[in-house]
C-alpha cells in the first residue's frame, strides 16, 4: 500500500493533522466530485427515471461494498442514515413485554444510549449497565438483548470476544461507528444478531450514510418501522405492498443520490488500497501516537488495538481549541476528562509531531 498515495486524496490533510474521523472521516476529493457530478447532472437535467435508477445502481453497489466489509451477504445488510438509526431499527422493530431487561455497558454513546432510554421509557423494558469488558458476565436470565459498543468511543476499548457465545442464547445488537473501517469485522465470527455502523467515519463518505446488518435469523422477527416507497417490493400495490422480505425492508425510506454516490467514492478510494493494509496501517499508528503519548507523560486511557486514543487533560475543551488553532484537530469527550484522537490510514508520522509539539505547554 502506498501510505503517501493515499494521503494525497484528502485534501484536508494539506493543511491539518485531521484526527477527528470518529467523528468525521476526511472527505476525499473523489466524492465530492461524485457528489457534484449527480448534482450537476439533477440541474442540468432534472430528477426522474433515469436518477432514480441511477441512483438505485449506485445504492445497490454501496450495499455489495459494505456487506463485503462486514464478512456478510449484501440481502442481509440495510442502507440507513447512520449507525443510531440502525440502532432505532433494531431496538424500535424487537417485540417487548413489561420486565424484559437490555443489557448494555457502561460509557457507550449517546446514539445508543438515546434509544435505549426511549425503550425504557415507552415500552417498559429495563436497561442494565455492566463494564464492557466483563459484559458476558452480567447477562442474566431477564436479558433479551445486548446492546454495546463494538469499540468503545470514549478509549478505543474493543468488545470482548466471548460475545460471540452469546449466539444463540441471547442476540446481541452492537454498535460498530467506531467499528466498521477502523477494525476488521466479521460479523459470523463477532456472532452478533445486529451490527449497526456509519457511513461518514471510517469510511470517510458524508453525513446521513450507514449501514445495519441484520442476521437472517433475525430478519422475520424484526418488525419494519417505517416501509415506504423505497422498500416495498412492489410499491404500487397500494394498502397490500409488503417489505423487502429481506434486510432491504429496514433501508432508509429516503435516499440522496449525490450522498450516495459520494459515499461509493470515497468507499473506493480506501478499497482500492486494500482493507486489510488500510486497517493495520491506522490501528498500527494509533498504537504509536498512545506508545508516544505516553512517553511525553500524558496519561492515556486503557484501550484496545482499535483506531482511538485518548488521553486525560486537566481542561479538554480549551486544550482541543488550543490545538486547533495550531491545525491539530481532535476532540473532546463530553463528561470526561478526556481528549480523543483518531487515527487513519491517510494519517502520518508528521500529523502525529504535530499533535505532540502543540500539546507542549
Ligand atoms: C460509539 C458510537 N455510537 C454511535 C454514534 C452515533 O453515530 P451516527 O452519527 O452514525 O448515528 C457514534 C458517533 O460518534 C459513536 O461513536
Not at 436479558?143 to 442464547?169: K, N, Y
Amino acid at each position: 500500500m502506498d501510505a503517501q498515495e493515499l494521503r494525497r486524496e484528502y485534501p484536508v490533510l494539506d493543511d491539518v493533522a485531521y484526527l477527528n474521523s470518529g467523528t468525521c472521516g476526511p472527505l476525499p476529493r473523489a466524492a465530492a466530485a461524485a457528489s457534484a457530478q449527480v448534482l450537476h447532472h439533477a440541474e442540468r437535467h432534472g430528477r426522474a427515471g433515469e436518477h432514480f435508477v441511477a441512483t438505485a445502481h449506485t445504492q445497490e453497489r454501496r450495499r455489495e461494498r459494505y456487506a463485503r466489509l462486514l464478512g456478510a451477504d449484501p440481502s442481509d445488510l440495510a442502507l440507513t442514515t447512520g449507525t443510531t438509526h440502525g440502532i432505532v431499527q433494531v431496538l424500535q422493530g424487537l417485540d417487548w413485554h413489561e420486565g424484559d431487561e437490555v443489557l448494555t455497558a457502561e460509557s457507550e454513546h449517546p446514539g445508543l444510549l438515546g434509544p435505549l432510554a426511549a425503550l425504557a421509557r415507552q415500552r417498559g423494558v429495563r436497561v442494565r449497565a455492566a463494564p464492557l469488558e466483563r459484559i458476558v458476565d452480567a447477562v442474566d436470565d431477564a436479558t433479551r438483548l445486548v446492546a454495546c459498543s463494538h469499540v468503545r468511543w470514549v478509549d478505543g476499548t474493543v468488545a470482548p470476544d466471548a460475545l460471540a457465545g452469546l449466539r444463540g442464547r441471547v442476540p446481541v445488537l452492537l454498535d460498530g461507528a467506531q467499528g466498521a473501517g477502523a477494525v476488521p469485522v466479521d460479523v459470523g465470527a463477532l456472532g452478533c444478531a445486529f451490527y449497526a455502523a456509519a457511513g461518514q467515519k471510517w469510511l470517510c463518505g458524508p453525513v446521513g450514510t450507514g449501514m445495519l446488518w441484520i442476521d437472517p435469523a433475525w430478519q422475520a422477527r424484526l418488525h419494519v418501522r417505517a416501509p415506504g416507497y423505497d422498500n416495498l417490493a412492489v410499491p404500487g400495490e397500494g394498502l397490500d405492498a409488503l417489505p423487502w422480505p429481506d434486510a432491504r425492508a429496514h433501508d432508509a425510506p429516503a435516499t440522496s443520490g449525490e450522498a450516495s454516490a459520494a459515499a461509493l467514492a470515497a468507499f473506493d478510494v480506501l478499497d482500492d488500497h486494500g482493507w486489510p493494509q488500510v486497517l493495520e496501517r491506522a490501528a498500527g499508528l494509533a498504537a504509536t501516537l498512545a506508545d508516544r503519548l505516553a512517553e511525553a507523560g500524558h496519561a492515556v486511557a486503557p484501550r484496545g488495538p482499535s483506531t482511538l486514543v485518548s488521553w486525560s487533560d486537566p481542561a479538554p475543551v480549551a486544550t482541543r481549541d488550543r490545538l486547533a488553532t495550531a491545525g491539530v484537530i481532535v476532540r473532546d469527550l463530553p463528561g470526561t476528562d478526556l481528549l480523543r484522537a483518531s487515527v487513519g490510514a491517510w494519517n502520518d508520522e508528521r500529523d502525529l509531531d504535530r499533535l505532540l509539539t502543540a500539546l507542549r505547554p
